[in-house]
């Protein structure tokens, strides 16, 4: 494989992508196709080539607030993400609750 070939993992999976495709959807048919959990190099390696990140310089900025802000991820270990279905509600818990004690919420000024 030449260095600047993406991995054949990445192949076809936006063949029918376009610019105006929300975040959403794009993280989750990615991360589906990871097989979840996926770390989140994974992920940015099998959405890079969307056209939607294309110009784009803080695109993977985008996709770590996606997976912040819905409630359909969960971080289930430092930089490794998975579908919250998957779960127990008190598994996802226990997931929330692990994270905050690792990265407190900084108080508002």
């Not at 802000?69 to 998957?86: E, H, K, N, V, Y």
């Amino acid at each position: 494989m030449h260095t600047n070939e993406k991995p054949k993992t990445a192949r076809g999976i936006w063949k029918n992508a376009k610019r105006q495709d929300t975040w959403f959807t794009i993280v989750l048919k990615a991360l589906i196709r990871c097989h979840p959990p996926a770390p989140l190099s994974k992920l940015y390696e099998l959405i890079e080539p969307h056209p939607k990140t294309r110009g784009r310089k803080y695109w993977q900025a985008k996709v770590r607030q996606t997976l912040e802000l819905s409630d359909t991820f969960i971080r289930t270990a430092p930089g490794m993400w998975d579908l919250s279905s998957q779960h127990s509600a008190k598994a996802v818990k226990k997931f929330e609750r692990q994270r905050r004690r690792r990265y407190p919420r900084r108080a508002e000024t």
